[in-house]
Structure formats: C-alpha cells, structure tokens
C-alpha cells in the first residue's frame, strides 16, 4: 500500500528546517547551507558510503508525487510573479506531480523531466487526497517546509517521517515541534548518530490495531 | 584544570527538560518519568552495559560542588517552607557542596553524606567562583534545570555539556535551547545513538587559541 513519507528533512537541535529570513539570495535565512552540508558531502567523489549516503540516495526513490508549502516553492512574494518557476530551473529534481499548497493558485507549470508543478488552496487531506490519485501506486512526499511538514503530521497523514538532526541551535524560524506533542505515540522511533554529527531520526507508523 | 560540565542532561526533541506544570507530586511535570527512563534501565539488574551504561556511570564521577537552580531543589514555593530539605531524603545523591540559586537564601543545611546544601542570590559567574573554591582540583557540576544550565551555558561557563536527547515531543515546558544560538561554535560535538533510541550529544569545548 503506498505511504505518505517525509524523507532527509533536516532541522535543527532547537528544531528549526530553515533560518530567517527567508528571501531570493537567501532561501534558508540566516541558517544559510548549514542544515544541508551532510548531503552536500554526500554528493562529492569520493565521499563516505555510510549512514548519511544511503538516507540520502533513498529521497528520491518510490515516489509518485510531492507536496511543498508555498515558503518551499519561492521566496517571500512569489505569488506575486508572474514569472517564478521554482528555484530549481528548468528541470526540477522532483521528476513527478508536484502540488504546491498556496492560498493564490496558479496554472499549473509543466517543466522538464516530468515535474509539473500544480498549484492548490486546499485542506492537507484533500491535496494529500489529489496527490494519492496522481502517484497511483507509489508513494507521496511530503517535501517541507516545517509548517508543511507539520500540519501533515499533526493531521495523522504521515506514516514515515525521517528527519536528519543536525547539531546546530538556530535561535529563530518556524519550529517544527510546535503542536506536535505526543507525536512519538504510534510510531517506532529509532535514531542513528553519524560520524558526521547529524542523527538520523525515523518515526515509523506501526500497523493500526 | 578544573573543568564545568553539565552530565546526563535529559532533554525531549522540542528541547524541553521536565514537563509543566511542576509540583510535588510531579517533579517533572507532564513528561512524568519519560526523559529518565533510559536512566533508569541502567540501574536495573542485567541492563545492558553499553553507551547509555557508560554516560550514566559517569553522573558523579570527578566532581567537587553542583549548582543547581531554584526549580531543581525544590516544588514552585519550596521558599515558604522552612522545613524542606530538598527531594532527596536526608542523604542526597551529591556528596559534594551543592549550591542552590534562589533570590531567596537561606542558612546552609547540611545533610547526611557529605552534601552541604548552601543558598546563593547571584549571578552564575559568582555562583561558579564560589563552587570552583570549594571543589578545589575537583569539577563543578551544572545540575539543572534547564533554565540554569542555559545561564551557564550562554555566558560562556560550560567546558564540556552531555545531552540527552529523548525521542519524546513534549510541547511545553521550559526549553534549554532558547537564547543559545550559535551555541556550538567553540565547541567539539559528537553524537551518539543508544539501541534505547536516546542520543547522547557531547559539546566539548575546544581549546581556546
């Protein structure tokens, strides 16, 4: 049965995905490229085969659609652009469906590589319900930001959440945690530290009774 | 030299190191025993004697005075009871001078076992020269809660500071990580997973130039 994923989503000790403030030179805010270097080291030749390679070659495998916060798909006014496609050119690395929760929905946007980006003002269940419908038998990521990531669990929606803590205090952004107390009950959690300083941290939803 | 640590200080995924509201009957609050369990199953006969074994058998190891704030040594209002004499019975787990900051001092009381609990009104730099003084070539042990260790650690105090993160999200509660940005410059970090699923994070304090 297809799942509903958040994977390699990265926050802080203090629990925050992104700084502030967010703007065009700086997509993360003062965090800067801070809550992302392990996947970059990922990437180098050469790099380590170890924990942190394998959950990041698993982001993008098995899916059949995304769903991103306005906040993830540009900065600050986006909405207000005509033009914005994305940060990400003109082949975006997401290679499916991608619904981008706004309160201003647009046309959708066909890219290269098989990213469309459509544009939705609905609740979480009824665009997870839309993505469902297009990833067919594969599963739906939930792409971030922290709001986004968020609402979705606290709607009960997620049923594998991996988060990659990365040992840094930010101070200020949008906190992940907020609202979530509890979140652990219904889940196996289990955590994997890294030569590199992050925990790897997965909430696994055990089977409904 | 001499060094000021913080050890085996439990805090859930949201930052937080009890729960609220705190009383007599629930020291910790909501979060109840959850942020010690993993503690706990160390002392148990037959427990596992691995990394959480390990951190935990080092709680009293190499130290001559604790500092410990007002909400560690007592419930809200432990000041208008001249009878109380901290939680943990006539012979506290310190052996050491303890010294308790409270804008409300009082005369020292000393226990059974070599803990002295002495009352300071000051600042955590004249806390700290004090205890230093009466640890002599032994460390100072930062006890908590998280408000006194998040003193300490922001004004610069803290060599070395062990965390246990506790895959719990607690939602409210005082949070340790509140006005640290940045914290983790100047410092060593290391994480490290428990088969338990707590991490245990280590700051030590790189040698200054």
Redesign the interface.
């Known amino acids: 049965m297809p799942l509903v994923r958040v994977t390699n989503f990265s926050v802080s000790?203090?629990?925050f995905a992104a700084g502030a403030p967010q703007s065009l030179e700086s997509p993360f805010g003062h965090a800067g490229q801070r809550l992302h270097e392990w996947m970059f080291a990922t990437w180098a030749d050469g790099a380590p085969t170890g924990v942190d390679a394998v959950f990041a070659a698993r982001w993008d495998v098995g899916f059949g659609a995304e769903i991103m916060g306005a906040n993830k798909f540009g900065p600050p006014g986006w909405q207000d652009d005509p033009e914005w496609r994305g940060w990400w050119g003109e082949d975006p690395p997401f290679h499916t469906p991608t619904y981008v929760l706004t309160h201003r929905p647009r046309e959708p946007l066909e890219m290269e590589g098989g990213t469309t980006f459509h544009f939705l003002s609905t609740s979480p269940e009824q665009a997870l319900a839309i993505a469902q419908e297009a990833a067919g038998d594969l599963d739906v990521r939930i792409g971030g930001g922290a709001t986004t990531v968020r609402d979705f669990v606290a709607a009960g929606l997620v049923d594998h959440l991996h988060l990659v803590?990365v040992?840094?205090?930010?101070?200020?952004g949008t906190?992940l945690?907020d609202?979530?107390?509890?979140?652990?009950e219904g889940f196996h959690?289990?955590?994997?530290?890294?030569p590199t300083?992050?925990?790897h941290?997965t909430f696994s939803r055990r089977p409904r009774a």
């Not at 609202?179 to 652990?184: A, D």
């Open positions: 000790l203090d629990g803590v040992p840094i205090v930010l101070g200020h906190c945690w609202g979530l107390e509890g979140m652990e959690v289990e955590s994997t530290s890294s300083g992050v925990v941290l």
